[in-house]
């Protein structure tokens, strides 16, 4: 592992047991995280994204398992944890900040228990510093009355505050990988921002890496210095953010870009907005070789046999599309 490189995922692949085989959600999919550094991972809906990411924290949900691969962060492989040696790196060495806060946090417990649980339990701390600590961390993600707040329970607070004592649970243990599934959820616009804003300042602040899943490619291009882009369980293009967004090498990452809503005037306004044709394919329909074949416009015969590594137009961008020259002079 090179020496900037906090975190490699290698071949990790998650199955779901299914007749007459087994789905699998993820599958052979790699990356690496820097150090200081923020990996976006896009695609659309069920393409593999939350349950890679849960893997990385050992919650794997339901029935489903990694079944091969490695995530290796600090020399130790994350996924040939037990469950003992999680409740060590949970927290401390990876953390998560989920998508919806409501049913992460504990509705019976206040927020002030639940940040002292964390930091007696992560950091060692007495009953008195964990509640003085727990204060600080509600102010550092911009909770005021922070004192106070301690005292509430879930259900007192907005959907901002509560994603913001996620974060503040998430950063307790002082994690060297935060993994942050779609933070933005179910928030309105202007929270989106202040919430994406917080996670930037705090992965600089403290110094951490960080995973962002997003389906926003704006918020992607603006926050990530790297983008992996999944699809059906799959790695399809992964690079520099400036690289994949600039000049994609897959058609289904050109697809995505061309269907993000713009600002428009005059005749460009009059226009329909670009949309992906069909439907993503169900795991267990899978066609043979590239799985976005059904709905590319370069779709060629070869395609059935494509292998899903990646290939190179540059060292800093790598895609698994085999007419990526031909695509790309269309």
């Not at 893997?55 to 290796?72: E, F, K, Q, R, Y």
């Not at 020399?75 to 409501?102: C, E, I, N, P, Y």
């Not at 202007?190 to 996670?199: E, G, K, S």
């Not at 790695?235 to 870009?257: D, I, K, Q, S």
Request: glycine share 10%.
């Amino acid at each position: 592992m090179s020496s900037d490189v906090v975190l490699r995922v290698t071949d990790l692949t998650v199955e779901f047991p299914s007749a007459p085989r087994p789905v699998r959600a993820a599958d052979g999919v790699g990356f690496e995280v820097r150090a200081s550094e923020i990996l976006g991972i896009v695609g659309e809906s069920g393409s593999g994204k939350s349950v890679t990411l849960r893997s990385l924290i050992g919650l794997v949900p339901g029935t489903g398992a990694v079944v091969a691969g490695s995530a290796v962060l600090d020399g130790t492989d994350l996924l040939a944890l037990d469950g003992k040696s999680w409740a060590q790196h949970r927290g401390s060495s990876v953390s998560m900040v989920f998508q919806d806060a409501m049913s992460s946090l504990n509705p019976v417990m206040s927020i002030g228990q639940q940040l002292c649980e964390v930091l007696r339990i992560k950091g060692g701390l007495g009953a008195k510093d964990a509640f003085e600590t727990g204060v600080g961390l509600l102010e550092r993600v911009g909770i005021s009355a922070a004192r106070q707040r301690m005292a509430n329970f879930p259900h007192e607070l907005s959907g901002g505050m509560r994603q913001r004592v996620m974060i503040a649970l998430a950063i307790a243990g002082d994690p060297k990988v935060l993994l942050a599934d779609e933070p933005t959820t179910a928030l309105d616009v202007t929270i989106q921002d202040q919430i994406l804003a917080l996670l930037a300042d705090l992965q600089d602040s403290l110094g951490m890496s960080m995973i962002l899943v997003s389906h926003d490619l704006d918020v992607i291009g603006q926050a990530c210095d790297h983008v992996c882009v999944m699809y059906a369980g799959r790695v399809l293009e992964y690079g520099t953010a400036e690289e994949v967004l600039r000049t994609p090498r897959h058609p289904y990452t050109a697809a995505l870009l061309a269907s993000v809503p713009r600002v428009r005037t005059g005749e460009a306004a009059q226009r329909r907005l670009a949309t992906i044709g069909g439907q993503p394919p169900e795991l267990d329909q899978l066609p043979p070789g590239c799985p976005f074949a059904p709905r590319c416009p370069h779709v060629a015969p070869q395609c059935a046999q494509a292998p899903m590594t990646l290939d190179r137009p540059s060292p800093a961008h790598g895609t698994a599309c085999i007419r990526w020259g031909d695509s790309a002079d269309d």
